[in-house]
């Protein structure tokens, strides 16, 4: 039950078996938007009780994830806290008394069917069309502590033979649940199966138990998490009742979807494949030998990610697009998280790169760029990047795009671009153009509206064009008749080079046709 006074309390609860989805990371961002504004505390709890789908190197892939992303975690498995500890592997020792406490109270039992028995009664059923599910018409049929006398029960634990502690799921009732985005729910257990909550084997318990206990033992009070758990919620209600924790359960909200970017279903790595865009916020190395590309190898920036996935199933109700974290922070609202899936825009995530990249410093910019700058074998301060990357960066949607459209600033170039020859290396603008570098020469060149105003004097005075001037000019400068602002080129790279740019143009390229 959800009440004002409690203090909110909230967790992400990924199993690790595998990269994190940015469906997770979207689960994640949401529980943290939602602490953050209600002054409470955000939690990150490894359930890894599932042995046959761990995945080593997971849990450490969601931690530097959730870093990245700059979602902070105030308890949880890195730090520890109260309820240490946050991997469910280490509370290994609680749940079975919480396993057993349901047996007593006849809220669970004992089951002690083999696999291979119960793999015969699903094909049984299967040949006669139907589907098997163990629950009530089956539990005081088969090998249970329902149907089994007390003393036998007690034997074939003494001996030690495998038993798993099933759910009791009440017969024909509505479970009345509610969720803060999809409203009130009431599904009829008849529906339902006798879920195994403990297992001998590994004295391990399910997700279900283990989800339910450590909820109740950390206090939390809201459960935030995706779609594919609404089926479980009546069981989570039930298991509430069963324990007598009513009072504190949790309010529940079931997130909506990520969806392809065309059609139906979810988003899956497939669709990130096929497309070309990734799935994961983190570059993904499986222990396979595979590995699936990430946002932050990619070149976005943390904000514009976590700004695109923020928009991903919510809306603030106005135009407003870009939010800082703190901005998220204030203006989050679960229950304006919508019900229906959020289909994912791959050119809407690069728009939001594109927005971050144009308002990140320069200076900044430079120092992201400086390892590619450097693959690329050039020698350049970052004082001198930032002043290149100023001119350019209204342009750019990556890191790489930003060296991509300035490389030309630090290296002469060699080769000159066909199209842009034919139309404008005429011996009548070569002519002028060397009329221009007399100008140039003549000129300090330090500042580009100056040496605008003064070309442009000079163009206009002998009645020539400007257009067929300056991008002849251009050609000669930057190989290419289009780029940046040509007199800011002249400024960054100075008298000599352009000089030196405008003779090997001709020397190149002779005195046109
Ligand atoms: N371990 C579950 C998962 O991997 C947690 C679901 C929940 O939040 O209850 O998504």
Same mark, same amino acid.
């Given at each position: 039950?959800?009440?004002?006074?409690?203090?909110?309390?909230?967790?992400?609860?990924?199993?690790?078996?595998?990269?994190?989805?940015?469906?997770?990371?979207?689960?994640?961002? @949401?529980?943290?938007?939602?602490?953050?504004?209600?002054?409470?505390?955000?939690?990150?709890?490894?359930?890894?009780?599932?042995?046959?789908?761990?995945?080593?190197?997971?849990?450490?892939?969601?931690?530097?994830?959730?870093?990245?992303?700059?979602?902070? *975690?105030?308890?949880?498995?890195?730090?520890?806290?109260?309820?240490?500890?946050?991997?469910? =592997?280490?509370?290994?020792?609680?749940?079975?008394?919480?396993?057993?406490?349901?047996?007593?109270?006849?809220?669970?039992?004992? #089951? !002690?069917?083999?696999?291979?028995?119960?793999?015969?009664?699903?094909?049984?059923?299967?040949?006669?069309?139907? *589907?098997?599910?163990?629950?009530?018409?089956?539990?005081?049929?088969?090998?249970?502590?329902?149907?089994?006398?007390?003393?036998?029960?007690?034997?074939?634990?003494?001996?030690?033979?495998?038993?798993?502690?099933?759910?009791?799921?009440?017969?024909?009732?509505?479970?009345?649940?509610?969720?803060?985005?999809?409203?009130?729910?009431?599904?009829?257990?008849?529906?339902?199966?006798?879920?195994?909550? @403990?297992?001998?084997?590994?004295? %391990?318990?399910?997700?279900?138990?283990?989800?339910?206990?450590?909820?109740?033992?950390?206090?939390?009070?809201?459960?935030?998490?995706?779609?594919?758990?609404?089926?479980?919620?009546?069981?989570?209600?039930?298991?509430?009742?069963?324990? +007598?924790?009513?009072?504190?359960?949790?309010?529940?909200?079931?997130?909506?979807?990520?969806?392809?970017?065309?059609?139906?279903?979810?988003? =899956?790595?497939?669709? +990130?494949?096929?497309? &070309?865009?990734?799935?994961?916020?983190?570059?993904?190395?499986?222990?396979? +030998?595979?590995?699936?590309?990430?946002?932050?190898?990619?070149? @976005?920036?943390?904000?514009?990610?976590?700004?695109?996935? #923020?928009?991903?199933?919510?809306?603030?109700? *106005?135009?407003?697009?870009?939010?800082?974290?703190?901005?998220?922070?204030?203006? !989050?609202?679960?229950?304006?998280?919508?019900?229906?899936?959020?289909?994912?825009?791959?050119?809407?995530?690069?728009?939001?790169?594109?927005? @971050?990249?144009?308002?990140?410093?320069?200076?900044?910019?430079?120092?992201?760029?400086?390892?590619?700058?450097?693959?690329?074998?050039?020698?350049?301060?970052?004082?001198?990047?930032?002043?290149?990357? =100023?001119?350019?960066?209204?342009?750019?949607?990556?890191?790489?795009?930003?060296?991509?459209?300035?490389?030309?600033?630090?290296?002469?170039?060699?080769?000159?671009?066909?199209?842009?020859?034919?139309?404008?290396?005429?011996?009548?603008?070569?002519?002028? %153009?060397?009329?221009?570098?007399?100008?140039?020469?003549?000129?300090?060149?330090?500042?580009? #509206?100056?040496?605008?105003?003064?070309?442009?004097?000079?163009?206009?005075?002998?009645?020539?064009?400007?257009?067929?001037?300056?991008? *002849?000019?251009?050609?000669?400068?930057?190989?290419?008749?289009?780029?940046?602002?040509?007199?800011?080129?002249?400024?960054?790279? &100075?008298?000599?080079?352009?000089?030196?740019?405008?003779?090997?143009?001709?020397?190149?390229? +002779?005195? &046109?046709?």
């Amino acid at each position: 039950m959800s009440d004002n006074t409690r203090r909110v309390r909230v967790r992400f609860a990924p199993s690790p078996t595998g990269a994190l989805h940015i469906g997770g990371v979207r689960t994640a961002l @949401y529980n943290y938007l939602f602490a953050r504004q209600h002054g409470g505390d955000f939690i990150l709890r490894i359930e890894d009780t599932d042995s046959q789908r761990f995945v080593p190197g997971a849990e450490a892939y969601i931690i530097e994830s959730l870093k990245w992303c700059g979602i902070e *975690t105030d308890e949880g498995v890195e730090q520890g806290g109260p309820h240490a500890p946050y991997r469910q =592997s280490e509370r290994k020792d609680i749940y079975l008394k919480y396993a057993k406490q349901l047996v007593d109270n006849g809220w669970a039992y004992y #089951a !002690f069917d083999s696999a291979e028995e119960l793999d015969n009664m699903r094909k049984e059923a299967e040949s006669e069309g139907k *589907t098997f599910a163990y629950d009530q018409s089956v539990r005081t049929k088969l090998k249970t502590s329902l149907a089994l006398p007390q003393d036998e029960v007690n034997e074939r634990i003494a001996r030690g033979d495998q038993w798993v502690i099933r759910f009791k799921m009440p017969e024909n009732e509505d479970v009345q649940m509610d969720d803060i985005i999809r409203g009130h729910i009431s599904i009829n257990t008849s529906t339902l199966d006798d879920k195994v909550l @403990y297992k001998s084997a590994d004295q %391990l318990p399910t997700y279900h138990l283990a989800n339910i206990v450590d909820d109740h033992l950390m206090e939390i009070s809201h459960v935030i998490r995706g779609e594919e758990w609404l089926p479980s919620l009546p069981l989570h209600y039930l298991l509430y009742r069963a324990f +007598g924790w009513e009072e504190t359960r949790p309010a529940f909200a079931h997130l909506p979807l990520l969806l392809k970017p065309q059609g139906q279903g979810k988003l =899956s790595k497939r669709d +990130g494949d096929k497309f &070309g865009f990734p799935v994961f916020p983190l570059l993904w190395n499986a222990p396979d +030998g595979s590995s699936a590309m990430g946002y932050r190898e990619e070149g @976005y920036l943390p904000q514009a990610f976590i700004n695109m996935l #923020a928009l991903l199933g919510w809306n603030p109700g *106005t135009e407003q697009e870009i939010f800082s974290m703190d901005e998220l922070i204030k203006a !989050f609202n679960l229950e304006k998280v919508s019900k229906a899936g959020a289909r994912f825009n791959p050119d809407k995530a690069k728009w939001f790169n594109a927005q @971050y990249l144009r308002t990140t410093p320069d200076a900044e910019l430079a120092k992201m760029t400086a390892p590619i700058y450097a693959e690329r074998g050039i020698d350049v301060t970052e004082e001198r990047a930032a002043q290149a990357i =100023s001119l350019i960066k209204e342009r750019a949607t990556f890191p790489r795009d930003l060296v991509d459209l300035t490389e030309k600033l630090f290296i002469r170039p060699t080769a000159y671009d066909e199209k842009s020859v034919n139309k404008f290396w005429k011996s009548d603008n070569v002519s002028k %153009l060397m009329q221009l570098r007399d100008i140039l020469a003549a000129d300090e060149l330090t500042d580009p #509206a100056r040496s605008e105003a003064k070309a442009h004097d000079w163009v206009v005075g002998n009645g020539y064009s400007m257009g067929q001037i300056m991008n *002849t000019l251009r050609l000669a400068i930057w190989g290419v008749s289009q780029g940046p602002s040509i007199f800011h080129i002249l400024v960054f790279i &100075g008298k000599d080079e352009t000089l030196a740019r405008i003779d090997a143009a001709a020397a190149t390229l +002779g005195q &046109g046709a």
